[in-house]
């Protein structure tokens, strides 16, 4: 069975002040149907940037896919029209965006907002599509949605905006769900209802998930696979229990060794939280034929900072840039 997603030696670069960056490295990756991939890693590592290139959102005029593709159900869309582009974006790709206050236009209704989504691409009549859009509200827990769809967004909180949010990219049951830490504004109890209506929609309709996350908990919750990212290049890749359980990239024990963990009782022998020392380097570092983790890095040897990292596979499938992958 051919993969519904297929990323192929994408690269990515950005114009700044110093130059051109890749801002995405040579990265592969495939999605099936019904499946859920998980990105994860620090802030400024391309996990965004990856989703905006698969919804051809990139920025213009300083930012392209230098090389390599994206297939979406084996249709390179690297390579298709405007038009073509946005009868795929929010139809069969659709994105739930990071930053739920200025996502929503402030001049029109929620309601209005989630039923352009129904009347562009379900050919949905006015009527027919604000009593979708109500009902759609009311499936992401907005309280009287029916009056609510009548708000403007600055009337609405920010965990309510989010929710609108993912009406919006839920409306057309799309086939690819891009969700950028959809529940960053949400407390805890909402945020495990929004991921029981993305788990039933996927149900429902064979949806794949591209889920972005700083979050462990949420990876090991929802996702069968996960990626790593850092500066720009996938570090680590395989299943999520495979991933958890025995890293083979130290970024990726980092990152594992962040999460704070319950205890029972507290005492003075209570181990400290970890820390990964350092920040992840500037665009300007970026593409360097070495490790980009090296600089923070305790494992850092003499070929670390002479040459850029293979790929090792493990038995399990599981895939580690790092001259140390054995030994992590």
Request: net charge negative.
């Amino acid at each position: 069975m051919s993969a519904l997603l297929s990323v192929e030696n994408l690269r990515i670069e950005l114009d700044t002040r110093a130059g051109v960056a890749p801002v995405i490295d040579d990265l592969s990756f495939s999605l099936n149907a019904g499946e859920t991939l998980s990105f994860v890693g620090e802030s400024g590592c391309g996990k965004s940037m990856t989703a905006l290139a698969i919804m051809g959102l990139l920025p213009e005029k300083i930012g392209r896919v230098a090389s390599g593709s994206i297939l979406f159900n084996g249709e390179d869309i690297t390579k298709a029209s405007d038009e073509r582009l946005r009868e795929i974006r929010g139809n069969d790709i659709s994105m739930i965006f990071q930053e739920p206050m200025t996502s929503l236009n402030p001049v029109f209704t929620i309601g209005e907002q989630v039923a352009e989504v129904l009347r562009r691409h379900q050919k949905l009549g006015r009527k027919a599509a604000w009593s979708t859009a109500v009902e759609l509200l009311n499936s992401v827990r907005i309280p009287d949605a029916a009056r609510r769809a009548k708000s403007y967004p600055h009337q609405l909180s920010g965990g309510q905006r989010q929710r609108v949010m993912i009406a919006m990219a839920l409306a057309c049951k799309p086939r690819i769900l891009i969700a950028d830490e959809p529940t960053t504004a949400l407390d805890v109890t909402i945020q495990a209802q929004i991921f029981d209506l993305l788990e039933d929609l996927q149900a429902q309709t064979g949806s794949a998930i591209i889920m972005i996350t700083h979050d462990m908990g949420v990876v090991a919750e929802i996702a069968e696979r996960m990626i790593v990212m850092y500066a720009g290049r996938m570090v680590e890749h395989g299943n999520v229990d495979d991933v958890l359980s025995r890293p083979r990239h130290p970024y990726t024990k980092g990152l594992i060794g962040c999460v704070p963990h319950l205890m029972a009782t507290l005492t003075d022998s209570r181990p400290e939280l970890t820390e990964i020392s350092g920040i992840v380097p500037g665009l300007n570092e970026f593409g360097q034929n070495a490790c980009l983790f090296a600089s923070r890095c305790n494992l850092v040897g003499q070929q670390c900072v002479q040459a850029r990292p293979k790929e090792k596979q493990f038995e399990n499938t599981q895939l580690s840039a790092c001259w140390h992958a054995e030994s992590v």
